[in-house]
C-alpha cells in the first residue's frame, strides 16, 4: 500500500497541513489514514510546531492512551484500529474517504448538514462518550471527524487529558493552536477573565475550547456541548 501527505486544501488555494502536531498520511485510495509522530519538516513546510522529541512523544502518548481508550469502549465513535507500530510511532485508521472539514471544502463550503444530517447528535455522543470516560478533549476542529458509513469518527486525541490531571495554561499548549485560532481565542479568554499564563482546571479549559470553535459550529449546538459538561444534559 502506498501512502502520500495528507493536506486540507480549497479549491484553487495552497493545501495546508493537516494539523500542527504529527504528520498525516493516506493511502492512495484513501481507506487508510496514518497518524505519524515525527517532526517531517517537508510536511509541516518548515513551519513546525512540535521540535522538541520529549513533547513529540508525550502528544504520542496522549493519542495512543486515549485513542485506544475510545476505541475499547466506544469503538463505533473512533475510526477502526488497523494497526499500530510502536517503534515508528504510527497508528493506522480505517477511514472512507476525507474529513468533514476537507468535504465541506469540496462541495463550496456547504452545510455540514448536507454531509451528515445528523451530524450535530453524533458529535455530541462523542462528547458525552469523552464525559462519561472523563476525558477532556481540546481538538475539536471539524478536520478532526472523519465518515464512515454515515458515521461520524473522532481522532486528534493528543490534546486530551484525563479527570485528575492539570491544572493547565493556555499558553504551554500554543503549539497545538494556529495562529488564526490564537487571535479568535483571544476576546473569548479576555471575555472569560482567562490570563494564557495562569493554570486552570480542565472544566474551564473545555469551555473555552467550545467558545473558541463558534465560528466553526452553530451556537446552539455549541451551548448543547457546554451543557454536557456543565453538568446540565
Known amino acids: 500500500m502506498k501512502y502520500e501527505y495528507y493536506y486540507n486544501r480549497a479549491p484553487g488555494q495552497t493545501p495546508w497541513r493537516n494539523n500542527l502536531i504529527y504528520t498525516s498520511l493516506i493511502s492512495e485510495d484513501k481507506k487508510t489514514f496514518v497518524q505519524h509522530y515525527v517532526n517531517d519538516s517537508e510536511y509541516h513546510m518548515g513551519m513546525n510546531e512540535v521540535v522538541d522529541p520529549k513533547l513529540m512523544n508525550e502528544k504520542w502518548a496522549r493519542e495512543l492512551c486515549h485513542l485506544t481508550h475510545m476505541s475499547t469502549h466506544y469503538p463505533d465513535l473512533v475510526p477502526q484500529i488497523l494497526d499500530i507500530d510502536l517503534r515508528e510511532k504510527?497508528?493506522?485508521?480505517?477511514?472512507?474517504?476525507?474529513?468533514?472539514?476537507?468535504?465541506?471544502?469540496?462541495?463550496?463550503?456547504?452545510?455540514?448538514?448536507?454531509?451528515?444530517?445528523?451530524?450535530?447528535?453524533?458529535?455530541?455522543?462523542?462528547?458525552?462518550?469523552?464525559?462519561?470516560?472523563?476525558?477532556?478533549?481540546?481538538?475539536?476542529?471539524?478536520s478532526s471527524y472523519f465518515i464512515v458509513d454515515g458515521k461520524l469518527k473522532s481522532i486528534n486525541y493528543f490534546f486530551t487529558y484525563a479527570t485528575g490531571e492539570g491544572p493547565i495554561t493556555v499558553r504551554d499548549h500554543l503549539s497545538h493552536i494556529s495562529e488564526g485560532r490564537r487571535k479568535e481565542m483571544?476576546?473569548?479568554?479576555?471575555?472569560?477573565?482567562?490570563?494564557?499564563?495562569?493554570?486552570?482546571?480542565?472544566?474551564?479549559?473545555?469551555?473555552?475550547?467550545?467558545?473558541?470553535?463558534?465560528?466553526?459550529?452553530p451556537s446552539d449546538f455549541i451551548e448543547q456541548a457546554k451543557g454536557i459538561f456543565s453538568n446540565e444534559a
Not at 207 to 216: D, I, Q
Request: glycine share 2%; hydrophobic share 35%.
Open 90 to 142: 504510527k497508528i493506522y485508521l480505517a477511514i472512507d474517504g476525507v474529513d468533514l472539514w476537507q468535504r465541506q471544502l469540496d462541495n463550496n463550503n456547504c452545510s455540514f448538514d448536507d454531509i451528515v444530517p445528523d451530524w450535530q447528535e453524533q458529535m455530541l455522543d462523542i462528547f458525552r462518550a469523552h464525559k462519561d470516560l472523563e476525558m477532556w478533549k481540546y481538538s475539536l476542529h471539524p
Open 186 to 217: 483571544k476576546p473569548k479568554t479576555d471575555a472569560m477573565g482567562i490570563d494564557w499564563d495562569t493554570p486552570y482546571d480542565l472544566k474551564t479549559m473545555q469551555m473555552l475550547t467550545f467558545e473558541s470553535f463558534r465560528n466553526n459550529y
